[in-house]
Each structure stands twice: as structure tokens, then as C-alpha cells.
């Protein structure tokens, strides 16, 4: 597969662990927050979002929080699976008409 | 079919060499995106286009060069290739159409260049 892993931070859990992943961003005026998942060899796919004015959203399996006071997003993954192993991505948009800021990603590790 | 196409998926190249990736979209979305992705740099925005007659510049658009030929096609071009554009590009395609909430994207499977 493609080599996006190299030189990111790593998580390794155990299946069935809960894992989470954090992200700080960097532009207090961003009013969106998206994860994305970047599998071996696949271009990123979208996960979730969440607006600012929220500070909490879930999804299947999936939980986004977010701390405006300390520019801080976190995903959580419950029941973390094999096929969870991936890159994590989370971007900020100041709003659906700008273009998005990446951060620099999270490779998750899971073991059976 | 794949929602965003990217063609070549892997090509290898001369320094010098004019390349072109191509990006196909059949979301019916009028925005498009050329993202450049390095280990460990996560993804930066060359160009983005949000419609036909528009194009802008990213945050790392030297060298580069985009043509927006259609709604459905955005093709990146390097006119005079070098090593260190070697990497992984997608397309990426969004919809402003109605939009509420987050600009979200849907990228193509990537193109992996390698310029010797």
C-alpha cells in the first residue's frame, strides 16, 4: 500500500479497545471540523462533522468532541475493529464556502 | 464506477518531463480539488477551481498548472518535472450547492508520481 504512515504519530490498540484520536487546530474563526479516514492505497473518505456551535456529535461507532477553548478535536472509535487500521485526518473550515486545512494525520494500528 | 477517477494511478517520469494527471467526476459537483500528499505533511491544497470559469491558487501552486475542461474534468499539469514533486496526488470534488454545513470533499483514489 502507499506510504502515507511515515513519520506519524502512531495508535496502537487491541480489537475491541476503544481508540481515540486527537487533533489541535489552529484557527479560532473555523466553524466546521471534519474527520477522514485514509485507508492503504485509497484516497481519504469522509467520517464525520461537526459545527462549532456543537461540541458533541455521534455517529455509528464514531464520537467527535470538541473543545473550542483549547482548539481541541478528539474522535473516539468504539469497539475498534481491524478494519478501522488507517490514517485519521481532521480538516477546519471557516465556513462551506472556503477551502478546507488538514492536519497532519494519526495512524491507528489495530491487532487482533 | 468510481464517484472521482484519477488517471494514471502510478506513473514514473524523467526530470524535465511535461505530466499531466487527469481527475473525472460524476457527482455532478461544481467544485474541484489538486491536493499533494507527503509522508508525514498530511495534504496541501495546489489549486481549487469552483466552477468552470474559476481557478485559484493553493498554498503550494509553483510549479504547477491546472485546466478546468469541463464541470466534470480538472487536470493537473507539471510542465517541467523534478524530484522533489514526488508524491501522491488526489482529486478531490465538493458540492456548493445548497450548502448548510461543512465544505465536505470526496477524493479520488490518488495518482502516485515519481520524477528520477
Known amino acids: 500500500g502507499e506510504s502515507v504512515g511515515l513519520h506519524l504519530p502512531t495508535l496502537s490498540v487491541q480489537e475491541g479497545d476503544n481508540s481515540i484520536i486527537n487533533c489541535a487546530y489552529s484557527n479560532s474563526a473555523s466553524d466546521y471540523f471534519i474527520w477522514y479516514k485514509q485507508e492503504s492505497g485509497k484516497g481519504p473518505q469522509f467520517i464525520i462533522d461537526?459545527?462549532?456551535?456543537?461540541d458533541k456529535r455521534q455517529g455509528q461507532r464514531v464520537t467527535v468532541l470538541l473543545n473550542k477553548t483549547v482548539k481541541h478535536l478528539s474522535l473516539q472509535i468504539a469497539a475498534t475493529q481491524p478494519g478501522d487500521s488507517a490514517v485519521y485526518f481532521c480538516?477546519?473550515?471557516?465556513?462551506?464556502?472556503?477551502?478546507?486545512?488538514f492536519g497532519k494525520g494519526t495512524m491507528l494500528l489495530v491487532s487482533p | 464506477d468510481a464517484d472521482v477517477t484519477q488517471t494514471p494511478r502510478n506513473r514514473i517520469t524523467k526530470t524535465g518531463k511535461r505530466i499531466m494527471l487527469e481527475c473525472s467526476q460524476t457527482k455532478g459537483h461544481d467544485r474541484m480539488y489538486w491536493y499533494r500528499q507527503d509522508p508525514g505533511l498530511g495534504l496541501q491544497l495546489i489549486y481549487y477551481s469552483f466552477d468552470v470559469k474559476d481557478i485559484n491558487k493553493g498554498e503550494i501552486s509553483d510549479g504547477y498548472s491546472v485546466s478546468r475542461q469541463a464541470q466534470a474534468k480538472f487536470s493537473l499539469s507539471l510542465e517541467s518535472a523534478i524530484p522533489n514533486q514526488t508524491a501522491l496526488y488526489f482529486c478531490a470534488t465538493s458540492d456548493s450547492q445548497g450548502i448548510t454545513g461543512a465544505n465536505v470533499l470526496t477524493f479520488g483514489a490518488g495518482s502516485r508520481l515519481t520524477v528520477l
Open positions: 480538516a477546519e473550515n471557516i465556513s462551506g464556502y472556503s477551502t478546507l486545512t
Open positions: 461537526i459545527r462549532s456551535n456543537m
